[in-house]
């Protein structure tokens, strides 16, 4: 994501969306009755005829839809202002926002939260590409701010010992799908892992100028694959990325459990209290809130938070994390000291 323009007077930013996780960004901070000013297209009518003409409109949000892992953003509202020619003022109306597109946005008031999330997502860097390579299969994903992304989970053939050769035909195979993968999101950044002396093999068959981290886990599956986003090699390679963060924080707060320290708080009313109190060091909640009638309820507590210097960590469905937040009502945070 990247900011273009940001008008403080007339509360309005500018964007241009480089990724699908800006469109998920965006996805979480429009509200109902936020305006936005993008380009669409709309069928009109002219003449006897009926057109889709490209136009810019202002409109007026009611609510949005993203669906994991596509490139499209839909904003349904209100036109506010459009060309007068067309006459279309106070028409409901559909917004496609695709990757490539800019878009502002204007609020009555930003949050505090609302702007930490565009500034975080405008500083993070490229994309990572994960492969977890065994002798007989391989799995290849990679992170998104909306969860774990896998783009392949293949068998490949076993080798034996008429067919010896078949261990390098396969290493080539996975080789070249990687380097696919890499050039289609645009990245050099891969994380190679796997349970045994493969990986190395599949090493040698990748070309020069890739930033290549290797590590072992125990299986090339998504099994495998959770265990990897636990590891502190995913801080090293990308510390800033917000899903290897929130198992971390997960991890921290099932010990602080486990070991009844007083450092959990789960539950709206007891996070409330922490809040108030400037507890919060970490909150985690999962998006649910933020996508239905409760998101009102919610929003003073995730800005109160951000005031204090704390940190909101959004929980999307298919985070590895999501049923264990879940189990906890849902939003719990981690506490920079006791409250009781």
Known sequence: MRIL????KENLIRLYVEDEDDLWVLHLILEKGDKVIARTTRDVSLGKDSRRIPMTVELQVDYTEFQQYTSRLRIHGIILDA?????????????????????????????????????????????????????????????MAQGVRVLAERSLPTPNKENEGIIEENAKTVAEEIKSFLLSLSTNV???????PFKEIVARHLQQGIKLYLDSVSSATRNGLNEI???????????????????????????????????????KDD???????????TLLL????????????????????????????IVPRDSTIYYQVKSLTGIV????????
């Open 286 to 313: 999962l998006e649910d809130f933020l996508a239905s009638d409760k998101r009102e309820e919610f929003d003073p507590l995730l800005e109160e938070v951000e005031r204090k210097k704390g940190r909101v960590m």
């Open 83 to 143: 060309p007068e020619r067309f006459g279309i003022k106070g028409a409901h109306h559909t917004v496609n926002l695709d990757i490539g597109d800019e878009i502002v946005i204007i609020k009555d008031k930003w949050s505090e939260f609302a702007l930490e999330k565009i500034k975080r997502q405008a500083e993070k860097k490229g994309k990572l590409l994960i492969a977890l390579v065994d002798f007989d299969e391989y799995i290849i994903a990679t992170p």
């Open 333 to 340: 945070a981690l506490l920079r000291f006791r409250i009781n």
């Open 190 to 196: 891969l994380i190679l892992a796997g349970p045994g």
């Open 229 to 267: 986003l636990r590891r502190d090699i995913i801080d090293q390679v990308y510390r800033d990325y917000e899903l290897a963060e929130e198992v971390k924080v997960m991890e921290k707060i099932m010990e602080n459990i486990s070991k009844d320290t007083g450092l959990v708080a789960y539950g």
């Open 5 to 8: 323009e940001i008008d403080e």
């Open 271 to 281: 996070v409330q209290k922490a809040v108030d109190y400037g507890a919060v060091d």
